[in-house]
């Protein structure tokens, strides 16, 4: 009996064999071509990481630098910030006493001879205690004479004399000691 060796069945284990081994090279060369793109993009976020990492270093050394060096602006700083608080918190409750005043130096300054103004107090509701100083009696009693003019009925709500005091006897000098409570400054010509 004849054999007959099949050559075609040899073939097709080599064609499956071939197959497999085409496709293990295709899976091996894109497994390679993706790891190969895999270590490139990691090398470079690595890369633009480690640039980020040592710009924030520079930064961070230039800062403590800067903080090092300026200690004594940085405490300077925080006085002025202290003293600015202060500052606002006064303004907050301000009676504005210097236009008071300056309005009421200006109401005596048309005298002949105008008092001296010292112990001038004004508080946030506009109550005020001031004291004049005159040099004789006729300046006294000029001044009086001028509280009953237009210039200073302008001024205030009210005005009263508390005292009126009679100081060194040689020189006769004159203490008027007044209480009185200043119009609101946005009603007021000044």
Same mark, same amino acid.
């Given at each position: 009996?004849?054999?007959?060796?099949?050559?075609?069945?040899?073939?097709?284990?080599?064609?499956?064999? %071939? &197959?497999?081994?085409?496709?293990?090279?295709?899976? @091996? !060369?894109?497994?390679?071509?993706? /790891? *190969?793109?895999?270590?490139?993009?990691?090398?470079?976020?690595?890369?633009?990481?480690?640039?980020?990492?040592?710009?924030?270093?520079?930064?961070?050394?230039?800062?403590?630098?800067?903080?090092?060096?300026?200690?004594?602006?940085?405490?300077?700083?925080?006085?002025?910030i202290y003293k600015y608080q202060l500052l606002?918190?006064?303004?907050? %409750? &301000?009676?504005?006493?210097?236009?008071?005043?300056? @309005? !009421?130096?200006?109401?005596?300054? /048309? *005298?002949?001879?105008?008092?001296?103004?010292?112990?001038?107090?004004?508080?946030?509701?506009?109550?005020?205690?001031?004291?004049?100083?005159?040099?004789?009696?006729?300046?006294?009693?000029?001044?009086?004479?001028?509280?009953?003019?237009?210039?200073?009925?302008?001024?205030?709500?009210?005005?009263?004399?508390?005292?009126?005091?009679?100081?060194?006897?040689?020189?006769?000098?004159?203490?008027?000691?007044?209480?009185?409570?200043?119009?609101?400054?946005?009603?007021?010509?000044?």
């Amino acid at each position: 009996m004849k054999k007959r060796i099949n050559l075609f069945s040899q073939r097709a284990l080599q064609v499956k064999l %071939v &197959d497999y081994n085409l496709l293990i090279k295709k899976s @091996a !060369l894109s497994f390679l071509i993706f /790891s *190969l793109i895999s270590f490139l993009i990691m090398f470079l976020i690595s890369y633009l990481i480690g640039e980020d990492i040592k710009v924030v270093k520079n930064n961070s050394l230039v800062y403590q630098n800067y903080v090092l060096q300026n200690r004594d602006l940085s405490g300077e700083l925080e006085k002025f910030i202290y003293k600015y608080q202060l500052l606002q918190s006064h303004l907050s %409750v &301000d009676a504005k006493g210097s236009v008071y005043y300056e @309005a !009421l130096q200006g109401a005596t300054n /048309s *005298l002949q001879n105008p008092p001296l103004l010292s112990n001038f107090t004004i508080d946030i509701t506009r109550n005020t205690t001031f004291t004049a100083e005159l040099p004789d009696y006729d300046s006294a009693i000029d001044f009086m004479e001028s509280l009953e003019t237009s210039s200073f009925q302008e001024l205030f709500e009210t005005l009263k004399l508390d005292s009126f005091n009679l100081n060194g006897a040689q020189q006769g000098k004159f203490t008027l000691n007044f209480s009185g409570i200043f119009i609101d400054i946005s009603n007021a010509k000044l």
